[in-house]
């Protein structure tokens, strides 16, 4: 399985970037997908992740109402829309992939996307 990520890049406050996600390689069955994010000197933390077969979507507190996550399945991608970005906001967001449930935490996501930085200033 690999995942490969675009659309991260550099923008001002209050504005917006989309993040694309596609998934190649044996995919069948996978449950959940979606975004962690790491900024600099702080832990892995979930963004947004969706179940794959119901559609059924979570976010992170901080990015709710902003942030807009969807997916095509003929294309086996996910989409991360970011509006009204802030400057918390900065960090490596990768795109993972697995088996799982998305209520688990990062450690069980076995499929990761090669990271993608975002930058809000």
């Known amino acids: 399985v690999q995942l490969v990520e675009s659309g991260g890049g550099s923008v001002q406050t209050g504005g917006s970037l989309r993040l694309s996600c596609a998934v190649s390689g044996y995919t069948n069955n996978m449950v959940c997908m979606g975004w962690f994010r790491k900024a600099a000197g702080k832990e892995r933390e979930r963004v947004s992740l969706?179940?794959?077969?119901?559609?059924?979507?979570k976010y992170a507190d901080a990015v709710k109402g902003r942030f807009t996550i969807s997916q095509d399945k003929a294309k086996n991608t996910a989409y991360l829309q970011m509006n009204s970005l802030k400057s918390e906001d900065t960090a490596v967001y990768y795109c993972?992939?697995?088996?799982?449930?998305?209520?688990?935490?990062?450690?069980?996501?076995?499929?990761w996307g090669q990271g993608t930085q975002v930058t809000v200033s």
């Open positions: 993972a992939a697995d088996r799982v449930p998305c209520d688990l935490q990062s450690s069980w996501y076995n499929y």
């Open positions: 969706i179940f794959v077969t119901g559609g059924g979507t």
